[in-house]
């Protein structure tokens, strides 16, 4: 039988990072400027959706020692 790749605590990071990109781009759907040029359309959002991003990027390169 061979392993899974990712263990219990990677795919709650994936999860987590999946979710938090969704809320990052409803944020962005709730602004109220015209064309989304208020700061929920420029800041928070896409600084949501970027750490929706790196989340699971930095959890399936965290060292294979905890890997255990």
């Known amino acids: 039988m061979q392993n899974f790749p990712l263990n219990n605590n990677r ?21 109220k400027e015209e064309f989304g ?3 929920l359309g420029i800041t928070l959002g896409p600084i949501l959706v970027l750490i929706g991003l790196l989340l699971p990027i930095l959890s399936l390169f965290n060292s294979k020692k905890n890997d255990k």
């Open 11 to 31: 795919l709650i990071y994936l999860v987590i990072g999946l979710i938090t990109m969704f809320v990052g781009f409803f944020v962005m759907t709730l602004d």
């Open 37 to 39: 040029f208020g700061f």
